[in-house]
């Protein structure tokens, strides 16, 4: 019949156009399937940073450590019966701070007083009198052999005869290097040793003060933040290099795969892990660096 010929015609025709729609909008999807991949990719690539290499501050162990030696005092005097001990030493050595400036009171140091004992033994036996022994040992090097790891140190020396403890501070007092060592308001310890002994065929004393502030005043910066840090960088590293091969294998994949797409996904999650680790990095170098920096400002004498 007519009308179902016609009617078959309608739905050919029908069916053609809905095809042809259903190819357009095939085609156009692709087309926006893989714009949009590039723009992940693109996208991936712009938010990549490669791990800036901050600076983490320099921890003092090398520092200039300071030591302070005027020139020995040898007093000369007559010899006599007077006994001399080092706690009075201690005593008007801090009356002496006390009365110019109220400055604190040094504390007595047994491995101080060990280093000064050893200084004054060693020089009756080795028959000198200077600061650097005969073997080159300097009171750096023999406070810091009894165990006394130092910020500043410095080294007083008379020798003579003396009617008292008072005397001898007085000696030091009158000589501007070795006022300046008792009048230092960085010192905070103090090892003492008065020793008699026959000197160049005299027989006199002599007397040692070793003055220190302790490393241990202050406070050094945190060694398992810098483990943390050494740890991040390691891990950023690698982290970098899966990146960089990540991105050599999209490259090298055709972008209309699914393997190209399931390549971006991994990639995407290693740049978001990097970026992550690297801002929890940067956090921890910079609470380091202010350790690093209250430590200097304290061995400098800022704090």
Not at 115 to 139: R, V, W
Not at 265 to 276: M, S
Request: net charge neutral; hydrophobic share 40%.
């Amino acid at each position: 019949m007519p009308w179902k010929i016609a009617l078959q015609k309608i739905m050919t025709t029908k069916f053609k156009i809905l095809f042809f729609i259903l190819l357009i909008a095939v085609l156009l999807g692709g087309f926006y399937y893989k714009d949009n991949i590039w723009g992940i990719y693109n996208n991936v690539g712009k938010n990549l940073q490669n791990f800036e290499k901050t600076d983490l501050g320099n921890i003092i162990n090398e520092f200039k450590k300071e030591v302070f030696t005027p020139s020995p005092l040898n007093i000369g005097g007559e010899a006599n019966n007077v006994v001399l001990v080092k706690e009075k030493i201690i005593a008007h050595t801090n009356i002496q701070r006390y009365d110019n400036g109220l400055l604190i009171p040094l504390i007595e140091n047994e491995k101080l007083n060990l280093a000064a004992k050893t200084k004054a033994q060693d020089m009756f036996k080795n028959q000198y009198f200077e600061h650097i022994s005969p073997l080159g040992i300097g009171p750096a090097e023999l406070v810091k052999s009894f165990g006394y790891d130092y910020i500043v140190t410095g080294e007083n020396l008379i020798l003579g005869n003396f009617t008292g403890e008072q005397e001898v501070v007085q000696h030091w007092m009158d000589s501007p290097g070795h006022r300046a060592n008792i009048l230092n308001d960085r010192f905070t310890e103090i090892g003492v040793a008065v020793v008699k002994g026959n000197y160049k065929g005299q027989t006199v004393w002599i007397s040692v003060q070793e003055f220190g502030l302790p490393l241990s005043s202050c406070p050094e910066p945190s060694a398992s933040l810098k483990s943390q840090i050494d740890v991040n960088k390691n891990q950023l590293d690698l982290l970098f290099l899966k990146i960089e091969n990540k991105r050599n294998e999209i490259n090298n994949t055709n972008s209309r795969s699914q393997k190209y797409n399931d390549l971006v996904d991994e990639y995407n999650k290693l740049v978001a892990e990097y970026n992550a680790l690297n801002t929890q990095t940067k956090g921890i170098i910079l609470e380091y660096n202010n350790q690093v920096n209250n430590f200097n400002q304290c061995v400098a004498g800022n704090n």
